[in-house]
């Protein structure tokens, strides 16, 4: 990994931790557009089976017992962040590995 | 916008699966081929800021909200391909470790926050490599007419899944929604634009890649 992949990582996943671990804890409680218009329209009301979550350390966008204040949300962003970061990353390196045998 | 569980019918999510589904290996496929190393690194953090974005709502209306989509950001940056593979990566971890987003309407939720506008996203890159001003007022618009549309999509997975009352007419249901993301559109448009020429900026070979020098004093490795 280059000095300018490096710079990028550090950069942009720092970004990405002062907005989901401490940003977001300041975000608005408000139903978002798509649930307030299922309440404005009656339309909130499940009607179909569901498949269930698997079960998770985290309730919603908190850690279950950190529970909801800052710390809790904040475990959320920063676990999240770095969890999704991981995911893309070995994505990437697995890509790679398929353009490198299609060019052999 | 995600659709939560129990809201879509097997059909529609069925339908909806496989059309991701196949947006998904169309994307895995051509980014196999074309990826270059630089890449990877601003997929890893991309996904990360939009995960983090999206869970920074802000208040839109009276007693309503809204957050960033960023599936435009991501086919502005990263193309339509690598673009939904962020996305659908973003979306899984929300819905399968956050509960946001039910685990059946994964599909749905990647098509209308992802798919759909990565390829509008990736259909302004071309603006954006070339410079000047008129990628500037197209990603706004075209941002908040991608939120729009998804916003006018979901309702209509909602009707033909028959979660809406029978006493709204989809007209009126597609008025509410869309009037609501117009509000949303509108920050997600600004968003898009602001974060889209930062990294255009400071990382144009990694957002641009193949054909550019690599930065002063480093070996491409």
């Not at chain 1, 280059?2 to 608005?28: E, H, K, M, P, Q």
């Not at chain 2, 006018?152 to 028959?162: F, H, P, R, Y």
Request: with cysteine; glycine share 14%; net charge neutral.
């Amino acid at each position: 990994m280059t000095a300018y992949d490096r710079r990028t990582l550090l950069v942009g996943l720092a970004a990405a931790l002062v907005i989901g671990g401490a940003v977001s804890y300041f975000a608005s409680a408000y139903p978002d557009g798509l649930e307030k218009t299922q309440e404005d329209l009656g339309a909130a009301e499940t009607v179909h089976g569901t498949v269930a979550h698997p079960p998770s350390l985290f309730e919603e966008y908190s850690l279950a017992w950190l529970g909801e204040g800052f710390w809790g949300n904040a475990a959320a962003g920063i676990l999240g962040a770095l969890v999704v970061l991981v995911l893309v990353l070995a994505l990437g390196r697995i890509l790679r590995g398929v353009r490198r045998t299609d060019h052999c | 916008m995600h659709i939560g569980s129990g809201f879509l019918s097997p059909p529609v999510w069925g339908a909806m699966t496989a059309v991701s589904g196949a947006a998904l290996a169309v994307s895995l496929a051509a980014a196999g081929r074309r990826l270059d190393d630089r890449k990877v690194p601003l997929m890893g953090v991309m996904g990360a800021f939009v995960f983090a974005a999206q869970m920074v709502n802000f208040p839109v209306l009276a007693g309503t909200s809204g957050h960033l989509g960023g599936g435009f950001l991501l086919g502005v940056l990263l193309g339509p391909a690598l673009g939904t593979i962020v996305m659908a990566s973003v979306l899984v971890v929300q819905s399968l470790v956050f509960q946001d987003g039910g685990v059946e309407a994964l599909g749905a939720n990647i098509f209308v926050m992802g798919v759909l506008p990565c390829l509008m996203g990736g259909a302004v890159r071309g603006l954006w490599r070339r410079g000047g001003w008129a990628a500037y007022p197209t990603t706004f618009v075209g941002a908040a007419a991608g939120v729009l549309t998804g916003a006018t999509i979901v309702i209509l997975l909602l009707a033909w899944s028959g979660t809406l009352p029978a006493t709204v007419t989809l007209a009126e249901a597609i008025g509410v929604m869309d009037f609501v993301h117009l509000f949303i559109g509108l920050v997600e448009g600004a968003v898009t634009v602001a974060v889209a020429a930062f990294v255009v900026r400071v990382r144009r070979e990694a957002v641009f890649g193949q054909g550019l020098a690599a930065p002063l004093g480093e070996a491409s490795a």
